[in-house]
């Protein structure tokens, strides 16, 4: 049994203006109606020929990513998208969908693994409906709702920029290769259908500055609302909005009382939802103050991938700060405050509104301590505030520099297509990573996962013991190592590495997990039976230890009765779902005498899997006892249809007894 690894500003120049400062308005209250269309404004936008909607560019960049990321519907399932959907049996019943906005345990097979994300849970349970357990539904939906998004930043950035600007914003988000993680990564749909939301939220606020009419900020308040529901960051919507009215010239110091209803609608969401998900998770991985340290260093490393995005993974070779006195955060710590100095200096000009999106949209997972220190899909939503400056600042240049930076659009779509395939599956992702990062353990254990199941054993075992001499201290390397040596039959070796890793924590479960069952291969079913005790005790086990427990009470002690309490514990626990469990579950009972409750757990296994043969040999066994011929003959059958060789045969023996 693997264990689980886990996980999850721009500033320029511009050229001073006087912006005319609209007057504010409440909610509810009225504003002046400002034309859809009409001359370009002077300064920063004249480079925009006209105002438009954007319409035309919108349309040209959602068919651009529709035909640059199609491909992606032939990848597989990656990294979190294991636990998440592949493996996530909440997702496969559309009725547990309410159940989605109370339960954040509900957003993984691994309850630890706990988010609330309730949405995004809804797509993925649409995907599963519409395409079962492959991943090409879930791939195209996510090549839709990218494609969604860029045609979103075309529209907004024609709404704050003008024509000119709506074709440059929207064709660098979507060719940039930062987002090429957000688009082919599934468990990324958090990011981007968050994206689409805010950004639906801000163009519908747009049209109440514009109209005053109050059905546009019910719809601002309620696409903000659907966005929360995609995923926390979603909080940033109301300095989103700010930074919308800096750009149109409007005052955002005058303009607080139109910012209320988001305000108080990402501050009751936090109330609210805080309290779930933090008992759902526990304690943070970090304390505030490395994160706060760790993330001052983030910001000046994602600058740097945003200027030159051509080392991107999966898995960057990042650090947790210690404290403020390292090289490394006190040069972050001074480049940020150069920066807020100049913003400040330069706060007039409209540049200076693009890097507050972008900082905005940033803040929330700078300030939430997450055990993955750095992604690429955290960059998604602050990336448009960085796509909007560079059409502020393109408007500014002479026609001919306008041209060369069409280069620059090229190369990185050249990028991005270059880098898709890396996500096509989890072999191809972890050794790009390991090949990247070749210091980083994590990537190397990944790698030895994905060859592992890949079947190529000897290449895995290396690329394990590559993660180990680089943290021999690592409880998830030996344990995958131990169970790869477990399934080459290299039993002694194995033994040492699961006892290593339960010598330094015996709170591992997997680790104990595995060596129960390296015990029980060797036939020690009482040294089995101490070790998924201690398992147990110990918790964390999601049923697995009792049910091993209730397996040897069965099988090896002939306690059919201690079985059945197992088996119970067993369910207690999350087994449900598991047919094996309400399958043994109906041997021990039949021991028992107790043949009804036996029968109810036979069919409940029947219920789960129509096809398990088991449960079908069993039942007919147990309704010959009860003198039921008939039924027994049909059970007989679907267990010599459905089952291996030697229950078939021995399906076919039992009917051959009753004359069939």
């Known amino acids: 049994m693997p264990l689980a690894t886990g996980k999850d500003a721009l500033v320029s120049t511009g050229v001073q203006t006087d912006l005319a400062v609209?007057?504010?308005?409440?909610?509810?209250?009225?504003?002046?109606?400002?034309?859809?269309?009409?001359?370009a404004a002077p300064g920063w936008r004249r480079w925009a020929v006209r105002r438009g909607t954007g319409g035309a560019a919108a349309l040209a960049v959602f068919l651009l990513v529709c035909l640059g990321y199609g491909r992606s519907l032939g990848y597989g399932f990656c990294y979190d998208d294991l636990h998440s959907v592949a493996h996530n049996p909440h997702l496969r019943d559309l009725r547990r969908v309410p159940a989605f906005f109370i339960d954040p345990s509900l957003f993984s097979a691994d309850p630890h693994q706990a988010m609330y994300r309730p949405l995004l849970l809804v797509t993925y349970a649409v995907d599963w409906q519409l395409g079962g357990p492959g991943a090409a539904v879930f791939h195209l939906t996510n090549v839709v709702v990218h494609g969604l998004a860029a045609a979103l930043v075309a529209l907004l950035a024609g709404r704050l920029l003008g024509a000119a600007a709506s074709w440059w914003a929207g064709l660098w988000f979507a060719v940039q290769p930062l987002n090429v993680e957000a688009a082919n990564y599934v468990s990324s749909r958090s990011e981007t259908l968050m994206a689409v939301l805010v950004l639906g939220a801000c163009l519908a606020y747009l049209r109440y500055r514009e109209t005053g009419q109050r059905r546009w900020w019910v719809m601002t308040l309620a696409a903000g609302l659907a966005a929360l529901g995609a995923k926390s960051t979603a909080v940033c919507l109301p300095a989103l909005l700010a930074a919308c009215d800096r750009l149109q010239g409007r005052s955002w110091r005058r303009s607080w009382r139109a910012y209320a209803g988001a305000l108080l609608l990402a501050a009751g969401y936090v109330l609210v939802t805080g309290?779930?998900?933090?008992?759902?998770?526990?304690?943070?991985?970090?304390?505030?103050?490395?994160?706060?340290?760790?993330?001052?260093?983030?910001?000046?490393?994602?600058?740097?991938?945003?200027?030159?995005?051509?080392?991107?993974?999966?898995?960057?070779?990042?650090?947790?700060?210690?404290?403020?006195?390292?090289?490394?955060?006190?040069?972050?710590?001074?480049?940020v405050a150069s920066l807020a100095w100049v913003g400040w200096g330069w706060r007039r000009r409209p540049v200076v509104a693009t890097a507050g999106w972008a900082a905005a949209a940033w803040a929330p997972v700078a300030v939430v301590p997450l055990i993955v220190l750095v992604n690429e899909h955290r960059l998604y939503l602050p990336l448009v505030g960085a796509g909007l400056g560079s059409a502020v600042l393109l408007g500014r240049v002479p026609r001919h520099v306008r041209l060369a930076w069409t280069m620059v659009l090229g190369l990185l779509a050249v990028l991005s297509w270059q880098r898709a395939p890396v996500w096509a599956g989890e072999l191809t992702l972890w050794a790009d990573a390991a090949a990247k990062g070749p210091q980083v353990p994590k990537a190397h254990l990944r790698l030895g996962d994905a060859l592992a199941a890949a079947g190529r054993l000897q290449e895995a075992e290396a690329a394990y013991r590559q993660a180990l001499a680089l943290r021999p201290d690592h409880p998830g390397v030996r344990n995958n190592l131990g169970s790869l040596l477990l399934s080459r039959g290299r039993l002694a070796e194995a033994e040492a590495e699961f006892r290593a890793v339960l010598a330094a924590d015996p709170r591992v479960t997997p680790a104990a997990l595995n060596l129960g069952q390296l015990l029980?291969?060797?036939?020690?079913?009482?040294?089995?039976?101490?070790?998924?005790?201690?398992?147990?005790?110990?918790?964390?086990?999601?049923?697995?230890?009792?049910?091993?427990?209730?397996?040897?009470?069965?099988?090896?002690?002939?306690?059919?009765?201690?079985?059945?309490?197992?088996?119970?514990?067993?369910?207690?626990?999350?087994?449900?779902?598991?047919?094996?469990?309400?399958?043994?579950?109906?041997?021990?009972?039949?021991?028992?005498?107790?043949?009804?409750?036996?029968?109810?757990?036979?069919?409940?296994?029947?219920?789960?899997?129509v096809g398990y043969a088991e449960a079908w040999y069993n039942l007919g066994n147990l309704l010959v006892a009860g003198g039921r011929r008939t039924e027994a003959v049909e059970a007989y059958r679907r267990a010599a249809t459905a089952g291996t060789s030697e229950l078939a045969s021995l399906a076919r023996q039992r009917l051959a007894a009753l004359g069939q």
């Open 520 to 609: 029980l291969r060797r036939g020690d079913w009482q040294a089995a039976r101490d070790i998924y005790a201690r398992a147990a005790a110990n918790g964390g086990t999601a049923g697995e230890a009792e049910r091993q427990l209730a397996q040897i009470s069965l099988r090896f002690a002939g306690d059919p009765a201690d079985a059945v309490r197992q088996f119970d514990r067993a369910l207690e626990q999350g087994q449900t779902g598991n047919t094996a469990v309400w399958c043994g579950r109906g041997v021990a009972l039949a021991q028992l005498g107790r043949q009804a409750e036996a029968e109810a757990a036979y069919q409940q296994a029947l219920r789960l899997d």
């Open 275 to 335: 309290p779930l998900v933090a008992k759902a998770l526990g304690t943070p991985v970090r304390s505030l103050s490395s994160q706060f340290w760790t993330q001052a260093k983030a910001l000046l490393y994602y600058l740097y991938l945003a200027a030159m995005p051509v080392r991107l993974s999966v898995e960057h070779a990042f650090v947790a700060a210690r404290g403020p006195s390292e090289a490394p955060v006190v040069a972050a710590v001074l480049c």
């Open 22 to 39: 609209g007057a504010a308005a409440g909610v509810g209250g009225t504003v002046a109606p400002r034309p859809a269309s009409g001359p």
